[in-house]
Nanobody, 116 residues
Framework: VQLVESGGGLVQPGGSLRLSCAAS????????MRWYRQAPGKEREWVAY????????NYPDSVKGRFTISRDNAKNTVYLQMNRLKPEDTGVYYC??????????WGKGTLVTVSS
């Protein structure tokens, strides 16, 4: 099982980034996918959810209206489009695949830095 995030980097406040997470080694289309982030010195927090078919998404208030999660089950990839970025969005972003008990996988993360 492998989840590989990409697309992070340095962006100015108000800018945009699109993260990708490429999955392999499991039946991607059967798994819920989520994005989390962890800021320096803080706990990991959830930022986006998408169901296995891609028809349902959910976000915490802190990113709602700015972040959009999507998935392409044909490409085994989940995306996170981040717009109107703020300095407080800085952190390491992780994708997570959840298929059931003991079927909970994590990537190694990609760093997003929002700074002028």
């Amino acid at each position: 099982v492998q989840l590989v995030e990409s697309g992070g980097g340095l962006v100015q406040p108000g800018g945009s980034l699109r993260l990708s997470c490429a999955a392999s080694g499991f039946t991607f289309s059967s798994y819920i996918m989520r994005w989390y982030r962890q800021a320096p010195g803080k706990e990991r927090e959830w930022v986006a959810y998408i169901n296995s078919g891609g028809s349902t998404t959910n976000y915490p208030d802190s990113v709602k209206g700015r972040f959009t999660i999507s998935r392409d089950n044909a490409k085994n990839t989940v995306y996170l489009q981040m717009n109107r970025l703020k300095p407080e969005d800085t952190g390491v972003y992780y994708c997570n695949a959840l298929g059931g008990p003991r079927m909970d996988y994590w990537g190694k993360g990609t760093l997003v830095t929002v700074s002028s």
